[in-house]
């Protein structure tokens, strides 16, 4: 059921602890659910809940997870011990009595602090619970997970695959008289029916001047002639994602529509018939800025190189 061997699961793990070795740890308690997962296999549509990881120097590897997860922590991860808290305990207590009664603490302990989903108070009380001798310990993980294996390419890449092939659905189904919820149905469907497990956020799809505020989605808004359309989603594949952001306008003065734009939510906002016109500029844009794209090279500079190709009128950040 897992997605990768037992065998990159290990030297993940054995990474992870040379990062250890190198900064004198004893012992690495991990609360990020990106880096979790990546450790153990652990997947649960509840990774918001309280959730650590303890990664000693050596020696077995051992999950603390809600009583709700045991059977998703025993399903889904290879760690060969799960320790659980019910929703009525305090979990940091929990986790200070299950990681004393196993002698875990009292060396030198990194702690993440880079979470989402793990409160300053909640992590205040857990650095004091694992004794006097903690500090920072995010980033370990994550200069590990920086290096994709061939098996997470392939997963990344199948991702693409299905993302690509639920903006062509989505695309598709965009004419005048259609709902954002049409179209938004069209996408999710495509890529769930064609393998995609569950998505990271729902599709955002939006039209007329609605596609000019972020972080909306689909709400039933009928498509006009004249609308641009955005659309924003990913499929997923055993976590490994992609993104795909397509721009959709149709002119007044034309019965069929402009080519999508790649990664333009603002270049046509306002109003469409006078905005239109930089959306071909746009597309070559994207495609030159793709030309660009070199390995080693940081994710901010291939949106500096972007916005340099675009033409000056009609940018937007």
């Excluded at 529509?257 to 844009?285: F, N, W």
Aim: a positive charge; charged letters at 25%.
């Amino acid at each position: 059921m897992r997605p990768f061997t037992q065998d990159e699961y290990d030297q993940r793990v054995m990474a992870v602890r040379a990062g250890m070795a190198a900064r004198g740890l004893d012992l690495l308690v991990v609360t990020v659910p990106e880096n979790v997962t990546y450790l153990t296999g652990y997947e649960t549509i509840g990774y918001a809940s309280f959730q650590t990881l303890a990664v000693p120097l050596a020696g077995d590897l051992l999950l603390i997870v809600r009583e709700m997860e045991r059977t998703v922590a025993e399903t889904t991860a290879w760690v060969p011990s799960v320790e659980t808290f019910s929703d009525t305990d305090d979990p940091v207590d929990v986790t200070r009595r299950v990681l004393s009664s196993r002698r875990l603490v009292g060396g030198r302990v990194g702690l993440e602090d880079q979470g989402w989903f793990l409160s300053p108070a909640v992590h205040a009380r857990l650095r004091a619970a694992l004794g006097e001798r903690v500090e920072g310990g995010s980033g370990l993980v994550e200069a590990v997970r920086r290096i994709k294996s061939p098996a997470e390419v392939e997963l990344i890449r199948s991702a693409c695959r299905l993302t690509e092939a639920g903006m062509q659905a989505a695309l598709e189904t965009i004419a005048p008289g259609r709902t954002e919820n049409q179209v938004a149905a069209a996408a999710y469907a495509t890529m769930v029916g064609g393998g995609s497990d569950f998505l990271v956020g729902d599709p955002i799809v939006t039209s007329g001047w609605r596609s000019g505020v972020g972080h909306f989605t689909f709400a039933n808004r009928v498509l006009e002639p004249g609308d641009a359309v955005l659309l924003e989603f990913g499929a997923c594949r055993r976590r490994g994602l992609t993104r795909g952001v397509r721009v959709r306008v149709w002119r007044r003065d034309r019965t069929r529509p402009l080519p999508s734009a790649i990664g333009l939510q603002r270049v046509v906002v306002g109003c469409v018939r006078d905005k239109a016109r930089y959306v071909p500029a746009a597309v070559e844009a994207d495609a030159q800025a793709g030309e660009l794209v070199q390995p080693g090279r940081r994710g901010r500079q291939q949106g500096n190189d972007k916005r340099q190709v675009l033409p000056h009128e009609g940018r937007s950040g």
